[in-house]
């Protein structure tokens, strides 16, 4: 079947030049010889047009060029869809790029695009929202919060943004029903996560992999908190955080889970993010795995 891709551009993502991109896109989906398409995405985030338009012009390729909150808009309208996705990574964070291995160069994703495999990956639910990579639930959120508002994009400003709020922002009281069991526990945050990371190659769950069917749940504390600044940069930046199947324990500052579901009672509203775009937040957040949720093209 001959393949023809559509191509989404956000006009306002990350800091990489627009017209530069437009303009490598058409000369290498020329040279390939492939039809295509270039739309631009727009603010609302809203593509229910896209199924439709799918079927009714044999499209193949659904291909994204922002960062993960706009993979997340567009691959909501793609669940049990049988095109494949495409990521060219030009977002601030490019967190399931780099989870997935397509890493941030364009040149190197447009050639896994061309010339890569299309492969599942899981998603999940988040009360009614759709995600792909990471939701979190306290400080990270109100980095991300904060980071939306901010005219300068990028690794720089999220660490500034980061630090300041880490030792500003106090624990939120949360219950959580996870694996049969349930505990109340004071947190700095709760990050639920499909890929292994924020974004910009810091880690937050080192072992989570697209497509193994389960969620990486990580609780952070709120015990001596240059202690557990030090814990998140050895753990979870370098990828030695050791996973914790007992619930109950309390004697390290980073608890760690794998679950197919869990619950989150959060009496305090804390904040809460969707693949790092602020969200509206809830007493009550079910979380939930959708295995094999679409396609994405991956290195070979």
Do not use: W
Request: with cysteine.
């Amino acid at each position: 079947m001959q393949r023809k891709l559509l191509y989404f551009i956000n006009p306002i993502s990350g800091t990489k030049n627009k017209k530069i991109l437009t303009d490598l896109i058409e000369k290498k989906s020329s040279i390939k010889n492939l039809a295509f398409e270039i739309l631009h995405t727009n603010k609302e985030g809203v593509y229910s047009f896209l199924p439709e338009k799918i079927l009714s012009e044999n499209i193949t390729d659904i291909i994204i060029c922002g960062g993960d909150g706009t993979i997340k808009q567009i691959t909501s309208y793609l669940l049990n869809s049988h095109v494949n996705v495409g990521v060219i990574p030009v977002g601030s964070g490019n967190g399931l790029a780099l989870g997935a291995g397509i890493g941030v160069n364009v040149n190197k994703a447009l050639d896994i695009i061309f010339n890569g495999k299309a492969e599942y990956i899981d998603g999940f639910y988040i009360n009614n929202s759709f995600g792909c990579m990471l939701t979190g639930v306290g400080f990270d959120a109100i980095v991300a919060y904060e980071f939306s508002k901010q005219k300068k994009r990028g690794l720089f400003p999220y660490i500034k943004l980061s630090l300041f709020h880490f030792f500003k922002t106090n624990a939120y009281p949360f219950t959580i029903e996870i694996n049969e069991n349930k505990f109340e526990t004071k947190a700095l945050f709760i990050s639920i996560a499909n890929s292994n990371q924020f974004g910009s190659r810091i880690k937050i769950a080192p072992r989570a992999t697209l497509s193994d069917g389960l969620l990486d749940v990580v609780v952070v504390n709120n015990k001596n908190k240059i202690f557990t600044a030090i814990s998140i940069l050895k753990q979870i930046s370098f990828g030695k955080i050791q996973t914790q199947e007992e619930v109950m324990k309390r004697n390290t500052n980073i608890s760690y889970f794998h679950a197919e579901r869990l619950v989150i009672h959060n009496p305090a509203l804390a904040p809460l993010h969707i693949d790092g775009e602020p969200a509206v937040t809830s007493s009550l957040i079910e979380i939930k795995i959708i295995k094999k949720a679409f396609k994405l093209l991956q290195p070979l």
